[in-house]
């Protein structure tokens, strides 16, 4: 295979996701080459076959783009830029993934009972959003501060019908309604009152499901204690797995790799990358 560009654009260098397809091609050996840019720029573009984005950076690529696709426009995130007719066209992989997850491996979640996404991001509003489209009413977004009215607000607008609480943090513990799901997209391991607050899984059904966005460390403590406490878990290496299987689809080389394939390059590359 000749070489082929991978740039990401991310504020604190380079991303797991990235560094696992870098891991990937040297592996598959398809001599793929990596560009990684604290800040957005089209010029940076150039020459590539892919662009990784830190959705953090959405609020900044956005505006300076005329077309955007539906999901990418009602969320105001993207993860990703693709080359169609082209022309780049920015993507939210994450929701594709986070949906199918949901469909395949949770097929029996209790979409009646109330879910419950921790953090003001932009992972919790697609998990939210994504969680909504599995037909669940009422999402409780877990938070503190100014950003999660603007969560709750673009999450209203696009998701008619379902009710999205805003839930401060501290509150957490008080909270009694059995929950058919909860999904983490926070860093725990530097929010040790957080982190205990939630392993009481109060606001837990007993069948209700876990799922942690966080791939490493590979020693997941939340979901550890969701064990203890006889929940589901849904492991983010699931995430990760369909999420890549979407993009190399994308790059016409999905064929190559079967979704058993992609796990264990998951497991491998985190096993190598989790001290």
């Not at 800040?39 to 020459?47: I, V």
């Not at 409780?140 to 969560?151: A, L």
């Not at 513990?173 to 909860?182: E, K, M």
């Not at 849904?234 to 994308?250: C, E, M, N, Q």
């Amino acid at each position: 295979m000749s070489t082929h560009k991978i740039v990401e654009f991310r504020p604190e260098g380079m991303g797991h996701f990235v560094r696992y397809l870098k891991f990937l091609s040297e592996k598959k050996g398809w001599g793929w080459e990596f560009e990684v840019h604290p800040e957005f720029s089209r010029d940076l573009m150039q020459g590539a076959m892919a662009v990784k984005v830190a959705p953090s950076l959405s609020s900044n690529i956005l505006p300076q783009l005329q077309v955007l696709p539906t999901l990418v426009r009602t969320l105001e995130c993207t993860d990703s830029f693709f080359a169609e007719n082209g022309t780049w066209y920015p993507r939210l992989l994450l929701h594709e993934a986070l949906r199918l997850v949901f469909v395949e491996a949770s097929n029996d979640l209790d979409i009646r009972a109330p879910a419950f996404v921790i953090g003001d991001n932009e992972e919790a509003r697609t998990a939210s959003s994504a969680l909504a489209e599995m037909g669940i009413a009422d999402i409780y977004m877990v938070g503190s501060g100014r950003k999660m009215q603007r969560q709750k607000d673009i999450l209203s607008r696009s998701q008619l019908g379902i009710r999205f609480h805003v839930l401060p943090a501290e509150e957490l513990t008080l909270q009694a309604v059995s929950a058919g799901i909860v999904v983490n997209t926070v860093d725990l391991s530097s929010q040790k009152s957080l982190l205990t607050d939630l392993s009481y899984f109060n606001f837990m059904s007993p069948a209700g499901y876990a799922l942690d966005l966080n791939i490493l460390p590979e020693h997941n403590l939340l979901l550890e204690e969701a064990v203890k406490a006889d929940l589901r878990v849904l492991h983010p290496i699931l995430v990760a797995s369909v999420y890549t299987k979407l993009w190399l689809d994308r790059l016409e080389v999905g064929s190559e790799l079967s979704h058993e394939e992609i796990t264990e390059s998951w497991k491998e590359f985190l096993k190598q990358n989790s001290a």
